[in-house]
């Protein structure tokens, strides 16, 4: 069986589908029964293969959404045929669109909220995404928090399998000497104790400045040295974050990374004293997990699809109830008991995630097809 796996909109591996196909390439073990083979821009061809897991296929268009789109309501049909796959993968289905094929079996992997996607777009959009998602054989949801949204939208029960993300604790892992002043991440030195949030600064429901004010209120109640680190790319809503910072009182002790790549962020949970993400609206929530395996403890709101995954591990908190994170807060920093208990048993749930069984899952549900 030779499988065709779709890299268009994954953002040269810099976004959360990018991260998914990233892991999968690499912790895929070659079977003689399965050929794999990626497609995308030439560029990418070493953003995801460095090894010998898969072969990988260039398509000479130009790198913006108008052309990828283009390119898979026109050309996408014929370049399956030419290169005789049998299925096909889309890590990114919501991104580029594809235009239904009939010569192979098709996957779309869904680790966002549709919803979400289809609330922001035109018509044109919506139906486009939500007719392309009816006709593929299967979608592979990354949590029941996803295939709940997908169901709400219309989309058939049957045609929809779910298969939790793994993490990569080759480097997810807790590593960093205690005993350490700073956290040294190129070009950073961080100096500890800090909190972190990592997520991109996109919008609203990220709740970067709830969590901004959660922090004052904590360091006026306990007067702690620890610093925020908020690391992610800047978007639409980071203006918004940027003023937020600096009419805190405490706007010395806040620090805006910017983007910072996903490889990285091991390092910076490791040092962080507990993560703390109080966005509402993830689909995935692999984040907390990613924490967890690092050996921190965790804080986090109760919406999304973070209670599914995080179980009983994490505190919880009311992420428009300011006194809730930052009573969470002071707690981690305050009951050592509380802290290395939490430390234990998120070790333990971060373990049952890995990306073999990610993808032994993934290849069950195309063998099924």
């Not at 991440?185 to 909190?195: G, L, V």
């Not at 996109?202 to 004052?216: G, M, R, T, V, Y």
């Not at 620090?255 to 993400?277: I, N, Q």
Request: proline share 4%; charged share 25%.
């Amino acid at each position: 069986m030779k499988i065709g796996i779709d890299s268009f909109g994954c953002n040269h591996g810099q976004s959360g589908c990018g991260s998914y196909l990233l892991n999968f390439i690499e912790n895929y073990i070659p079977s003689k029964d399965i050929e794999l083979e990626l497609f995308g821009f030439e560029m990418d061809r070493f953003v995801y293969i460095n090894n010998e897991q898969a072969s990988y296929v260039s398509v000479d268009i130009k790198d913006s959404k108008k052309y990828i789109r283009r390119w898979h309501q026109t050309s996408l049909k014929r370049f399956v045929k030419k290169n005789k796959y049998d299925v096909v993968i889309y890590p990114s289905f919501e991104h580029v669109l594809p235009k239904r094929i009939k010569s192979a079996k098709t996957v779309a992997v869904i680790n966002t909220l549709v919803s979400k996607q289809v609330e922001n777009h035109s018509k044109t959009y919506q139906k486009k995404l939500l007719n392309g998602l009816k006709k593929v054989n299967k979608i592979i949801a990354g949590t029941e928090f996803i295939k709940k949204d997908l169901l709400n939208l219309g989309l058939p029960e049957e045609n929809i399998t779910v298969v939790h993300n793994g993490i990569n604790h080759k480097l997810f892992f807790p590593f960093i000497d205690p005993n350490d002043e700073y956290v040294n991440i190129n070009p950073f030195a961080i100096k500890r104790p800090y909190f972190v949030y990592g997520s991109s600064i996109s919008n609203s429901n990220k709740k970067h400045i709830e969590l901004i004010k959660a922090f004052d209120q904590f360091k006026k109640n306990t007067n702690a040295p620890h610093r925020l680190v908020i690391a992610g790319s800047s978007g639409s809503y980071a203006e918004d974050v940027q003023n937020a910072v600096r009419t805190s009182e405490f706007a010395g002790d806040i620090f805006l990374t910017g983007y910072f790549p996903h490889e990285s962020f091991a390092a910076l949970y490791a040092g962080a004293s507990a993560c703390v993400f109080p966005s509402v609206n993830e689909g995935v929530g692999l984040p907390i997990l990613e924490a967890m395996a690092c050996g921190i403890p965790v804080l986090c709101s109760d919406k999304g699809a973070l209670k599914e995954v995080g179980g009983d591990v994490p505190l919880y908190f009311n992420s428009d109830v300011i006194s809730e994170i930052a009573d969470g807060m002071e707690k981690i920093i305050e009951d050592d008991e509380l802290r290395f208990k939490m430390i234990e048993s998120g070790l333990q749930k971060a373990a049952l995630y890995n990306w073999d069984d990610t993808i032994s899952k993934t290849i069950e549900v195309i063998n099924k097809l």
